[in-house]
């Protein structure tokens, strides 16, 4: 058990559709990143807070967005769903230290299948 | 640009060894490795760092060759355990903390 949580765990929708994906990283850890995973593309970075504001940007879609709550949960919203949003969609964290290289813990992750 | 992970998958007898190898293109910083068993998260293993030592974790090790922007896992004496995908996730510049996560390599311990 890495301390990082994420619900729901299972999500099943239809095209169209809009979700939100949650994830509170370990105590005491201030970075959170949204990976996405895919069978054909692998474990793909999405976005990355640090202590509520945003600080890295990957491939994300403009129909995704995400944001980090004072509490230091955070939340990814998927919009206008589409059959290959369908993945597994990780949380990790990190304690997000300035300019050094941390180690980043994953969530047990949301798997997403859309219909 | 996406590290390159090899081999793409292997298969093994419990006790033989394995060596992942992860390439870039690119100058790193930094190498993570994972293991991710299927529909799990990924686990964190080891982290190298430039101009930093080989890690060991008991019968799981790695290395960096900076000059070739390579980084290898060593798994020996291979348990049934080890199944599963392994990552090499990359950072390019120090603290830049985006990581860049090769393929994977699926790695089937069989009895």
């Known amino acids: 058990d890495s301390g990082v949580t994420q619900t729901p765990k299972h999500l099943i929708t239809a095209t169209g559709q809009r979700v939100t994906l949650r994830c509170s990283p370990r105590?005491?850890?201030?970075?959170v990143y949204w990976y996405q995973q895919s069978l054909d593309q692998g474990l793909q970075f999405l976005i990355q807070?640090?202590?509520?504001?945003?600080?890295a940007k990957g491939n994300i879609l403009e129909r995704f967005s995400a944001q980090q709550f004072p509490d230091l949960h955070s939340e990814l919203n998927l919009s206008s769903l589409e059959l290959g949003d369908s993945a597994l969609y990780f949380c990790?964290?990190?304690?997000?230290?300035?300019?050094?290289?941390?180690?980043?813990?994953f969530g047990p992750g949301t798997r997403l299948t859309v219909l | 640009q996406q590290p390159v992970q090899s081999p793409q998958a292997v298969i093994l007898r419990e006790g033989e060894d394995a060596v992942i190898n992860c390439s870039s293109s690119?100058?790193?910083?930094?190498v993570h490795w994972y293991r991710q068993k299927h529909g799990e998260a990924p686990v964190f293993l080891m982290i190298?760092?430039?101009?930093?030592e080989q890690k060991g974790h008991e019968k799981i090790s790695a290395s960096f060759n900076e000059k070739k922007q390579q980084s290898s896992l060593y798994l020996t004496a291979s348990q049934l355990s080890y199944s599963g995908t392994y990552f090499c996730?990359?950072?390019?510049?120090?603290?830049?903390?985006?990581?860049?996560f090769g393929q994977g390599t699926r790695l089937t311990i069989n009895p």
């Open positions: 690119k100058a790193l910083y930094s």
């Open positions: 807070y640090y202590n509520g504001e945003e600080r």
């Open positions: 105590s005491g850890d201030l970075s």
């Open positions: 190298l760092l430039k101009g930093g």
């Open positions: 996730g990359t950072e390019r510049i120090q603290g830049a903390q985006k990581l860049v």
């Open positions: 990790a964290s990190s304690p997000g230290l300035a300019e050094s290289t941390d180690t980043q813990y």
